[in-house]
């Protein structure tokens, strides 16, 4: 995709918005792609001006999931481009929890007892995100405790 001259008017043409954010096909297609650029594609889906909609907070949340188990697959760990998207991990699934609530926190369940240390790192810092506790204090609380003993 990157090498297609025609790829930025595409995106431009056919969404209104420039780079991958503006189309979420083509922001999977990217996911798909391979690890560099799994960042950019975190950073873009996760503006809450795009999770306005349930079913783009859906196929947001299976990004999430899809490079998320890369993170947990990943063998090199000790890059700057892993910490970047492992920093950029420990923010979004926050956001698209708190755009779909139920959704996002059986989302986030789903990661909790991973043994990865990384996976459970990420969690914790998107479950110390103020938004996700004025959601459910409760359930963020549990959720933390859970993670810290996982």
Known sequence: ???????NDTL???TGLPG??????LAKAAALEGKRQHFIVVAGLCKPALLRDAAICRR????????????AQSGDRKNDLFRTLRQALGYCWSVVAAALP???KKALERWADHPDPDVRWILRENLKKNRLERLDRQWTAAMLSRVANS
């Open 1 to 7: 995709m990157r090498s297609l001259d025609f790829w």
């Open 12 to 14: 431009l043409r056919e």
């Open 20 to 25: 991958p954010r503006g189309n979420l096909e």
């Open 60 to 71: 947001v949340l299976k990004i999430l999931d899809r490079i998320t188990a890369s993170v």
């Open 102 to 104: 139920e959704e996002g």
